[in-house]
């Protein structure tokens, strides 16, 4: 950006450095926030005090000397030439520290800067690090690069990491208990062990096979390497390379508020200290915002920090009862994007799938259910939620949501609309019993199914919601080829129903629009339940007596009325 002329003359500099903050955060807010934080960025930069706990696996003893230090470590990476606020070159040293680390950059740069954070703050705090960075050795002023590898407990800290700016913006309010002593509740920090397996699995550190099931973070093992880990972070959750952008964002508008009313502000600890009870467990949910690239990844981190909205939940199989009517019942007329969820085991008796193992697939759609006899929609993702996550969008588009296809270099390019010629987009199928029933030669299953063809679906829930059927993504042309099952092979997987959730995601406006819908229909199946017995007349003088009277009787002489 023409650098020999900005560095010769500052003002344009700092011209070009405005433009490109401006683009991340308002201007009067980045000045308001340095001429508050000037002196204490690391302070402003760190975390609210809070004590953390996790259920499985135990938070490492370093953890909370970890976030501690993440303010320094950001100020001091990005931020050392910073001078006073009154001065033209400190607000030039703000200006470029900002844009180092919230300037829009490729994916894999911002994760690298990340995991740079990650490193300095465990230096800093003495906790375990297999990272280190290495500058450029042309010292051109290049960003250098992040070398060796994480271990299993090593991934699971910086997840949480992570997690935490996500929780510290999300409820700047919100204070949990401070380990010296606080009144609060301490943060439960979600379960991100589904997270740590898919690294695992796709460096190939843990085999996709019956030991996911057992396996444990505080167990250990095989590491994996910085240039696999981010690879598997690109294409499963490319948006933890956001995390520190976001953070820091999150961080200057807390501080460019007023202080004292930001304080003021105290609502206990909205982030839930209970164990998840549903199938969308907070964790879960985190991982899934981190696949998206749409207003529903706010959605899912959101749920992620405080829990679902109970309002949301539109369907549960063991509240609701089990089967396609009953679900029929609860999702009909929801005009909005839902994600259903299924919890299954496999049957005994399966050669390529270890049975009596539990395991959670999920679909996520932007529209509507319908009852149709044929597959529709134009958009869905599958998505495998445990023990492993994987994330399988329509064929051609990653994770982040845009088209990639790769070229014959093994570079990617954007997609044209020749490359999705052939692609199928039987994304969902809803079929119920018609309530006219007429005879079919060849009758259409009845159930819920997702990619490859009718009485060939990829998924298939039967209509008792008793059996679920998994197939591989050989018999499928719309969803990216992947695993949902740990261990499975290229027979069809019968599994076993343990219980199903649909939740709604268009906000309570879509919600009171299927109560409206649902108000309509209740009308009008009560007047089509109502006879109006005016309508008919006498029996004595209805066609149907003299028709009954004459099959009875047909030789009785009968006397025509005049």
Known sequence: MGASTSTSNPSL????????????LALPLLRAAFSRSNGSLAEALSPPPAAFRSDSPPVPPRFHDLVARLGPAIASLFFSDVGPAGDAAGWLGFLRGFNRCCARVPASQSLALLLRVYAAACA???????????????????????????APGEIAVLLWMCWVMAWSGSAPGVSGG?????????VLLPDVTHLVLSALVSAGAVADDAGVWGWEVSRGGKGVKVQEFTSCVLSTAAGLGNCLSRYVQERFRS????????????????????????LLTRGRAWAISLSLRNTLSEKFLSASVIGMDTEDLLYRSSVHGKGLSRFWSCVEGYKGPVLILLSAFSRSGGDNVVTDQRWGIGILTEEGLQNKDTFYGSSASLCSTYPIFRMLPPSGMTCAGHFLFTTADSSLRPYCASDLAGKEKNFIYCHLHPQIRVYEAKPKPVGLGFGGTIGNERIFLDEDFSKLTVRHHAVDKTYQHGSLIPNQGYLPVEASVLDVEVWGLGGEATRRQQDMYKKREDIFSEQRRKV????FG?????????????????????????
């Open 532 to 535: 109006d017995l005016k309508t």
């Open 538 to 562: 006498n029996w004595e003088d209805s066609p149907e007596k003299m028709m009954m009277d004459m099959i009875s009787d047909p030789n009785a002489v009968r006397r025509e009325d005049r």
């Open 124 to 150: 800093d705090a003495g906790a375990p690090c297999g990272l280190q960075f290495h500058p450029d050795e042309d010292g051109a002023g290049g960003e250098g690069k992040v070398v060796g590898e994480l």
């Open 255 to 278: 501080c460019a508020a007023d202080p004292v009313e930001e304080r003021s502000v105290s609502t206990g600890n909205t982030s839930s200290c209970n164990p998840d009870v549903y």
């Open 13 to 24: 500099e700092a011209q070009e450095q405005e433009t490109l903050a401006s683009a991340s």
């Open 178 to 186: 401070q380990e010296g002593g606080g009144k609060g509740e301490p």
